[in-house]
């Protein structure tokens, strides 16, 4: 059985920093893609970041310059380093495996997904 686990997920002020962790278990991430999605209540979800099996690293526009993904085999966790956060990073955030590259909606019936890790930025 896969299972991706998030952790690292709260509460901070604007301008802060959080860094979300997800560890997997029955899968390898350095054989896949890996990708931390988000979703904000009544908000479409839509990819953030991405690392691909190759290390080719993709930031959507606004987490560029502010948040840096990367990954530790020996762990077999992927990082999700964020800072200079603002409220519209507010958020669940979802670490996921092995799905294509995919910028809009979160296709739950491909791949691999963690629970989800809430992110609260207050101004």
């Known amino acids: 059985e896969v299972r991706l686990v998030e952790s690292g997920g709260g509460s901070v002020q604007a301008g802060g920093s959080l860094t979300l962790s997800c560890t997997a278990s029955?899968?390898?991430?350095?054989?896949?893609?890996v990708a931390w999605y988000r979703q904000a209540p009544g908000d479409e979800c839509y990819l953030v970041s991405r690392?691909?099996?190759?290390?080719?690293?993709y930031y959507e526009d606004s987490a560029k310059g502010r948040f840096t993904i990367s990954e530790d085999n020996d762990k077999n966790t992927v990082f999700l380093q964020m800072s200079m956060l603002k409220p519209e990073d507010t958020a669940v955030y979802y670490c996921t495996a092995d799905l294509p590259f995919m910028g809009r909606g979160c296709r739950r019936d491909l791949g691999y997904w963690g629970q989800g890790a809430q992110v609260t930025v207050s101004s």
């Open positions: 029955g899968f390898t991430f350095a054989e896949s893609s």
């Open positions: 690392i691909s099996k190759h290390g080719y690293k």
